[in-house]
Every structure is written in structure tokens, then in C-alpha cells.
């Protein structure tokens, strides 16, 4: 079935529904565009490469519906690069895909259960986020049971996974088996605090016990921010424990996050912050089994440690950890952002050349990120921005590549998103 001929049926169950039974449904549209020119985005440019460049587009259409106890929301959404589909295709190649797909149920003013496919995102975004650069987002499919009164909120969530609808158990190694979380928030007057408890199952398959079983990995942390007349922040701190799961065994994990971040509001519209971010990680002559890297598991990555995403971002993954020194400087006045953010990249643990076994520096580089957002009205933004990085020789020996060749990242995206229809009983 065609993109269009789904989205007129949503259509025409959705209203149908309203006549007998809704108080309320929202149709939403959202096309997001963005251009990209990549000349060392992610990992320094080799030599005898070319950069290369290519427009992604996100298609999103949402469906909200509300009724007396009852919240249910359905997302479709396609997403492409251009060109990857011939001009006379009868069909695309991604197709059409659910975002989200949801219900909820207010028990009382207090407790909310929520069902389905739902974002799931928390405090800054470090360890849980959307991902809402990415084209196709992130989201779970899990149970969601909320409880809110007097200024705080408390959250359990939970998850299982599988490939279908198996006779037999077969192993899930694409993603987590299993995921269970709490999740506290108390607001105070200029504080909010809140505390994280993660608990991720990862299945192996034990060949030297010829069964499948799961390591569990657990976060455990806590995050804050205030805001005080001119002067604003957060913070958060955070370790990993347990077990974490290789090809065909498990191994122990001690990690651990801790990161700041200081703002102040200069004369309107100018502020200023500063910040830092250190991410544990293991020397690369350390023979220990342990993993020591911390890894932001499910975080909106590509928001920190650079815009260029060397960091986090589908890399660096249990290695050498990293300190991030960086300063922001944000120009925010009707309907522009302008955003200039400097970082100083260092590694958290020791790098060696491993051809000649000497310790290296632990200087990585320099990445200069320049943002800008203008907002032509509420449903209409344009943003881009244009990065640099300053690699280093201990850069080029973590990551490959020339650190002598130029490394920059440019980038322009359009939004659109209007409300296609409402209505209110």
C-alpha cells in the first residue's frame, strides 16, 4: 500500500473515531530536509579519498488522539537519501515505517500507564534521548507507568525483545533482550534533581554450555540543573556495573561519567558557558578483561563532545575514554540562535603507537563548532552550521586517517512542520 493510502485511512479511522467518542485529534506533518558536505565528519579524511556530499530527508506524519482518560499517538515516517530510489520506482526503498505507536491511560491525576513504541528521553539527554538529528530518531517498544504529584515524578519502564513470533529461543543480539528502569524527579523553586537506575539484559549464546543467556549491564546515576537570576547549570554523574556481552561469552564492566556545564546570562541576548565532560575509558597496553569505558547507552550523542561526532556517536566504543574542556557563546534574540562552541579534546587513559610501543600525547585535537538557527515562524526553521576539527598525531594514531588533511563538516536543514488538522468536542 502506497504512503499516501495509508495516511488517508489513519485519516478516515481517526475521524470516524471523533464523531462517536474523541475529545480531541491532532494531525501533524513533518518534512525535514539536510543537506551535508563531509570532509573528515567522524573519522579523519584519508589520503587519495574525496569528500562527498547528499541531501537525507525525514517524512513524518503524526496522529494524536485524546479522549477522557484515554491518549493514543501513531507516527509514520520515511526516511531517504535522495536519489536512492530511480525516478520511475513503483515502490521505495525504506518504505514506510512506525516511529512511534502508543496508548495511555490516566488511572487517576496521579498514575499514567503507556504502552507501545515511545521515545523515550530524560533530563539532558546523555544517557537516554530521542537522537532527534538523526533522520529516523529512536524509539522503544516497552511499558511505560508514571506517577506524578507535588513537584516530582517517578518513572518504571520496561522492555522485551525478540526477532518474531519463535517456537524456540533463538538469541536477540541487534539490540538489548531486556531493559527495566526507574526513574525519580523532584522540582524544586530553582533546582531540579533527578536519579537514574538502568538495567540492560544483553543475550549471548554460551557455547561451552550450548545455551542462551543474558548479561546484565546497569547505569546508575544522577542528574541536575538550576536556574539562579543570571547564573544557570547542570550536572550529572553517573557509573556502569555488571556484566556486558561479547560474541560468545561475558565480561565485567566498571565505568563511570561524571560532567558540568555554567552559564551566564550576559545583557540581552548574549550568555556564555562553560563546561567539561570526562568519560572513563581503558589504557590501550591494559590487559585486564574488565571493560572501563563508559558508554551513554541510549543518549542523544551527536548533542555532545562535538558536533562532528569522532565521539560516541556509533564509535569510540570501549576505548581510551575522553575529557571534553568547551565553551559556549549563544546569541539568542527573536527569531535567531547563533551558537559558537570551541572544544578541547583530551584522551581519559593512555594512547601508545603501537608500532614502537611509546606512550603519545594526550592531546587529541580541536573541533570549532558554528551553529545558527533562524525561525521564520512556528512552523517553518531553517538551521546550519559549519565545524572544523584540529586533529592531532594521537588522533590520528586512536583513529586513522591524516590528521594533516583538512577535516571539516558543513550541514543546512529545513523543517517544516504544520498542523494538518484539528479538532476539539
Known amino acids: 500500500m502506497k504512503l499516501q493510502n495509508k495516511m488517508l485511512v489513519a485519516v478516515a479511522f481517526a475521524i470516524s473515531t471523533v464523531g462517536s467518542f474523541a475529545q480531541e485529534l491532532d494531525v501533524n506533518l513533518q518534512i525535514r530536509p539536510r543537506f551535508e558536505y563531509r570532509n573528515g565528519f567522524k573519522e579523519l579524511m584519508k589520503d587519495d579519498f574525496y569528500p562527498t556530499s547528499f541531501v537525507s530527508q525525514r517524512s513524518r506524519m503524526n496522529f494524536f488522539y485524546k479522549q477522557e482518560k484515554f491518549k493514543a499517538n501513531v507516527s509514520f515516517q520515511n ?27 490516566d488511572f487517576n491525576t496521579n498514575w499514567t500507564a503507556k504502552f507501545g513504541r515511545q521515545v523515550l528521553s530524560y533530563d539532558n539527554q546523555r544517557i537516554m534521548g530521542g537522537i532527534d538529528w538523526l ?6 517498544d516497552a511499558v511505560l507507568i508514571t506517577n506524578k504529584k507535588n513537584g516530582y515524578q517517578l518513572d518504571f519502564g520496561a522492555a ?106 550576559f545583557t540581552n541576548p548574549f550568555k556564555a558557558e562553560l563546561g567539561f565532560e570526562y568519560l572513563s575509558g581503558k589504557d590501550q597496553n591494559d590487559t585486564d578483561t574488565k571493560i572501563k569505558s563508559f558508554t551513554p547507552l541510549f543518549g542523544t550523542n551527536h548533542g555532545f563532545n562535538g558536533l562532528m561526532d569522532y565521539f560516541y556517536v556509533g564509535n569510540h566504543k570501549n576505548s581510551v575514554g575522553l575529557q571534553d574542556f568547551y565553551t559556549k557563546f549563544i546569541y539568542d534574540k527573536n527569531k535567531w540562535q547563533v551558537t559558537l562552541a570551541p572544544h578541547l579534546f583530551y584522551s581519559a587513559t593512555s594512547v601508545y603507537n603501537m608500532a614502537t610501543l611509546e606512550e603519545q600525547d594526550s592531546y587529541l585535537g580541536t573541533e570549532i563548532d558554528l551553529t545558527a538557527i533562524y525561525k521564520m515562524d512556528k512552523n517553518f526553521v531553517i538551521s546550519g552550521g559549519v565545524s572544523k576539527m584540529f586533529a592531532s598525531n594521537t588522533m590520528e594514531i586512536l583513529k586513522g586517517g591524516n590528521n594533516n588533511n583538512c577535516n571539516n563538516w558543513a550541514w543546512v536543514m529545513v523543517s517544516f512542520n504544520p498542523q494538518l488538522f484539528t479538532y476539539k468536542k
Do not use: R
Open 160 to 265: 522485551l525483545n525478540n526477532n518474531n513470533e519463535a517456537l524456540y529461543e533463538s538469541a536477540y543480539v541487534t539490540n538489548y533482550k531486556n531493559m527495566q528502569f526507574i526513574w525519580f524527579n523532584q522540582k524544586f523553586s530553582k533546582l531540579s534533581l533527578s536519579f537514574l537506575a538502568l538495567n540492560n539484559g544483553y543475550q549471548y549464546e554460551n557455547l561451552v554450555e550450548n545455551k542462551f543467556q543474558v548479561a546484565y549491564l546497569q547505569t546508575l546515576g544522577t542528574y541536575g540543573k538550576w536556574d539562579a537570576s543570571k547564573f544557570y547549570g547542570d550536572f550529572g554523574l553517573y557509573a556502569q556495573t555488571g556484566e556486558a556481552a561479547i560474541t560468545n561469552d561475558k565480561v565485567a564492566v566498571g565505568a563511570y561519567y561524571a560532567g558540568f556545564n555554567l552559564g551566564y546570562k
Open 135 to 140: 533522520q529516523q530518531g529512536q524509539s522503544h
Open 79 to 105: 526516511v531517504k537519501v535522495w536519489g536512492d530510489v530511480a525516478t520511475t520506482s513503483p515502490s521505495d526503498k525504506n518504505g514506510v515505517a512506525l516511529f512511534e505507536s502508543w496508548i495511555s491511560y
